[in-house]
Structures are given as structure tokens and as C-alpha cells.
């Protein structure tokens, strides 16, 4: 029996994802909707939709894309599943207009009711979804790829990605993941990196986690 630890190209994003859905909702349901602060949590959750958003996009081009032919079935259904997930943030940014378009405080509670039943569904929706790419893609991903290749798919990935929103989504994902992984994933920097963005990640994970968190991290 092979035990040998195989590496989890879903962990930490989906975790980091997990978190700022987790968060958004969280602050939603304690806004006050006729306020003026109101619209940066409206800008905040259009954000999410465009990591979300984004994430499937690179999800299909960067990995569903390479398993297609080993596994077509389970490939065209994770891509069907993008498609409603897109739908879904496609009807959130309707009713987030629609707050946007309403000119009395009733007409905005009531936008933003819908948005919150519509953000619900979205946040089911994903976490089955995400299951779904941990518990039966990556055991395929595992059965048909070796770690190095797997890796060379999200390094794809990270390249597609703007910098400020690499910067940002790598913040979530520092709030999200363990110690242990936080240790992993800066010491995969080190290895792999120049000094200066391995210090970079060590400054954002000593602004992100709670002093004693930080002191534990020993990476070597």
C-alpha cells in the first residue's frame, strides 16, 4: 500500500474561498441596507463573484481541460457545474443592481433580502461543488498525474492571475489554512522563489494571523 502524501491542488484556494464566502454572509446579515455604508458591502460581494467567477474560468482551462480525455464524464459535469455556478452570480449581480437602481429604504431592504436567499444558494452551491473537485477530481487527478505535473497546472494558474488579486486571494487563503499548511506553502516559497517575495509572505502572514499563530512557524 502506497502512503506516500499527495499533494492537494485544491486545499488552500478552496479554503481561502471558503472563508470569504463565510465572511461575506456573515457581514451581510449584520448591514444595515438604507445606510451609506451599505455600498461597500454590495462592492464587496461583487468582488467575490469576480474571484469566484475567476476561479472556475481557471479551473476549466488549467485542469478540467487536461483530465478531459482520461475522464470525460467526470470533466464535462464539473464544467456544467461552472455554468450554473455562473448563473447563480449572474442573478446576484441583478438583485445588486437592482438594491443600486432602488430609491426608498423599503425598495432597498427588500433588494437586499433577495440577495441574501440568492447568496445562500450560491454558498451551497459552492461548497457541494468544491467537495465534489476534492472528494472525486483529485483522486482522478491523482490516478492520472504525478505531483510535479499537478503542480505545473496550478503554476499555470498562479501566472494567469493579476497580481494585486494574487496578492489578495493568497491573504484569504493565510486566514483560512492551518499551521501546519502555512508551513508547507512557505516553505515551497523558499524553495522555489526569490528572498524577496519568500519575506513577502512572511510579512503578510505575520499581518494576517494572531501573534501566537505566527511565533509557531518554523520553516525551514
Request: net charge negative; aromatic share 10%.
Amino acid at each position: 500500500m502506497n502512503n506516500t502524501k499527495r499533494y492537494n491542488v485544491f486545499n488552500n484556494i478552496h479554503k481561502g474561498l471558503r472563508t470569504m464566502l463565510f465572511s461575506t454572509q456573515m457581514k451581510w446579515q449584520q448591514t444595515d441596507f438604507t445606510s451609506p455604508e451599505a455600498a461597500s458591502m454590495v462592492a464587496n460581494l461583487e468582488t467575490v463573484l469576480y474571484y469566484y467567477d475567476q476561479h472556475a474560468d481557471h479551473e476549466d482551462h488549467f485542469i478540467l481541460s487536461k483530465i478531459i480525455q482520461q475522464e470525460p464524464q467526470i470533466a464535462a459535469a464539473l464544467e456544467e457545474d461552472h455554468v450554473v455556478d455562473h448563473e447563480l452570480s449572474q442573478n446576484l449581480r441583478s438583485l445588486l443592481n437592482q438594491w443600486k437602481d432602488s430609491s426608498s429604504d423599503e425598495a432597498k431592504e427588500s433588494a437586499a433580502a433577495a440577495v441574501f436567499y440568492a447568496l445562500n444558494e450560491f454558498i451551497a452551491f459552492n461548497l457541494y461543488h468544491m467537495n465534489k473537485e476534492e472528494t472525486i477530481l483529485l483522486p482522478l487527478l491523482w490516478k492520472h498525474f504525478s505531483d510535479a505535473e499537478i503542480l505545473g497546472m496550478q503554476d499555470n494558474i498562479v501566472a494567469s492571475i493579476n497580481p494585486e488579486i494574487l496578492i489578495e486571494e493568497s491573504r484569504w487563503m493565510m486566514r483560512s489554512i492551518s499551521n501546519t499548511e502555512i508551513q508547507e506553502w512557505l516553505g515551497g516559497v523558499k524553495m522555489s522563489a526569490p528572498d524577496f517575495v519568500y519575506n513577502s509572505f512572511m510579512q503578510m502572514a505575520a499581518e494576517e494571523l494572531p501573534a501566537e499563530r505566527f511565533t509557531t512557524l518554523q520553516v525551514s
